[in-house]
C-alpha cells in the first residue's frame, strides 16, 4: 500500500483557496469608507477572506489526514487484466493491420 497525496486534488484546491482567502484578508485593510457603503457597511473582503482562508485549510487538513492509499499489487492484476483483453481484442480482429 502507497500513500498518494501530492496531487491530490484537495491539497491543490486548498492551497488555492488559502491564498486566494489570505489576498482577500490582506486587501481588506485597504478597503475605504465608500466600498464598505456600498456593502451596507460590511467589509466583503475580510469576511470573504476569512472563509476561503478557513475552508483552505480544513481542505488541506482534509488531505492531510485522510490521505488516498493506493493498493500496489491490485493496481499491477488491473494493468495485467486490461492488457490481456487488449491483446484478445488485437487476435479477435486479426492483428494490429487487419482491415475488417
Avoid: C, H
Avoid at 456600498?38 to 472563509?51: E, H, Q, R, V
Avoid at 485522510?66 to 486490461?82: F, H, T
Amino acid at each position: 500500500m502507497k500513500k498518494t497525496s501530492l496531487f491530490d486534488v484537495r491539497s491543490i484546491v486548498g492551497a488555492l483557496l488559502s491564498l486566494y482567502g489570505l489576498i482577500l484578508l490582506l486587501t481588506s485593510f485597504a478597503t475605504s469608507d465608500a466600498d464598505k457603503a456600498k456593502a451596507d457597511g460590511i467589509n466583503a473582503n475580510l469576511w470573504m477572506g476569512l472563509l476561503l482562508l478557513v475552508v483552505g485549510v480544513l481542505m488541506i487538513v482534509w488531505a492531510l489526514t485522510r490521505p488516498i492509499i493506493v493498493d500496489e499489487e491490485q493496481l499491477e492484476a488491473d494493468k495485467r487484466a486490461v492488457e490481456e483483453a487488449a491483446g484478445r481484442r488485437m487476435d479477435d480482429e486479426g492483428g494490429a493491420g487487419g482491415v475488417g
